[in-house]
């Protein structure tokens, strides 16, 4: 049976866990080829994400349903996380490695995201939505936090076409593993004072980290043309 301190020793070494099936007793460990991130400084806030967040009349909290937010993530038809996975991250959360980000309406949980925590790397593991793009909204809000404690790497682990729509993007093993290297020596601060901002400074300095974020990709592309030609 894994424990929490093999979980992390296993993060640390860029594999992470999953089960067949919610069913499934065991666990087996993953180390993709390709590895999805999503840039901190490239969050892509779309037009009616930015119009849904600005409207948006729920409280952002985290790790006041850290538990609830973990079942939900795996209240799905098809599962990868089964009763030991869930185990082990209760033990991370207790540990303080494991946090979870949640989206309230009133009293009822309607989004949130799950992820475990090591130096300045976030692994996200899942994220679940009983409302309209509340999932969403609950990553805008992590992106902004995870910026404001100085983290420096957010593993989505798998790239899918919802997180690629969010500024998320592919790396290869090599570029991901000296990546989490130089995280794991960051000491970031997942509970970092000033979060959550209000609705309209998340959506400015979203915006503005992106924008700074292209401005500079455009910048390095034409450089590259330049020394090549």
């Not at 099936?21 to 991130?37: K, M, N, T």
Request: hydrophobic content about 45%; some cysteine.
């Amino acid at each position: 049976m894994v424990s929490a301190a093999e979980m992390l020793q296993a993060y640390a070494r860029g594999i992470f866990p999953m089960a067949e099936s919610r069913a499934d007793s065991e666990l087996h460990w993953v180390d993709p080829r390709r590895r999805g991130i999503i840039p901190l400084d490239g969050f892509h806030l779309s037009r009616s994400l930015r119009r849904r967040i600005l409207r948006w009349p729920h409280a952002i909290r985290i790790d006041t349903a850290f538990h609830a937010v973990v079942t939900a993530c795996g209240a799905r038809e098809e599962t990868w996380i089964n009763e030991p996975l869930v185990r082990i991250y209760g033990e991370l959360h207790a540990l303080g490695a494991a946090h979870s980000l949640e989206v309230f309406s009133g009293d009822r949980l309607v989004g949130g995201v799950f992820g475990v925590v090591l130096g300045g790397a976030y692994f996200g593991e899942s994220m679940f939505s009983a409302e309209t793009d509340a999932s969403k909204v609950a990553l805008a809000y992590l992106v902004a936090r995870l910026r404001a404690g100085g983290f420096t790497l957010f593993d989505t682990q798998f790239l899918t076409p919802h997180l690629k729509r969010m500024g998320g993007i592919e790396i290869p093993r090599e570029d991901y593993r000296r990546r989490l290297a130089d995280a794991l020596k960051v000491a970031a601060d997942f509970a970092a004072p000033g979060q959550p901002p209000d609705p309209s400074s998340l959506v400015a300095s979203l915006s503005a980290a992106a924008s700074s974020s292209g401005a500079a990709a455009v910048s390095g592309s034409r450089q590259r043309s330049t020394q090549t030609s």
